[in-house]
């Protein structure tokens, strides 16, 4: 279920940003930029919550076996950095496409009302 649930969000997070068949081709707008810049900014304040807060946040993983003894905040803030730098690319990357295109088509606009 928990999987499912991830799923499922993860979809529909990036549905309006991919905007797959059968949606529509409507143009995209610079709103579009802030919703993937404040997921960067939750995943950051997440990230740096992990990795600063000094003792483990998930006690459960306690009980569990531990197979490369590592200490479960070392476990932590190695996990939170991979989350912190990969996860805004995932955003930043995709942003800064959007607003070269974004920033493309104004000009491309621009260039037609002068002509």
Not at 97 to 113: C, D, F, M, P, W
């Amino acid at each position: 279920m928990e999987r499912l649930c991830f799923l499922t969000s993860s979809t529909l997070f990036w549905w309006c940003i991919l905007r797959p068949w059968p949606a529509s081709q409507q143009r995209r707008t610079w709103g579009i930029l802030l919703y993937l810049v404040s997921a960067d900014i939750v995943n950051t304040v997440l990230s740096a919550l992990l990795v600063f807060c000094g003792r483990p946040v998930y006690t459960s993983y306690l009980d569990h076996p531990n197979p490369f003894q590592v200490s479960l905040l070392d476990d932590q803030v190695l996990g939170a950095v991979i989350m912190w730098v990969i996860g805004s690319l995932v955003f930043l990357v995709p942003a800064m496409l959007i607003a070269l295109e974004l920033a493309g088509g104004e000009k491309q606009g621009r260039e037609n009302l002068h002509t």
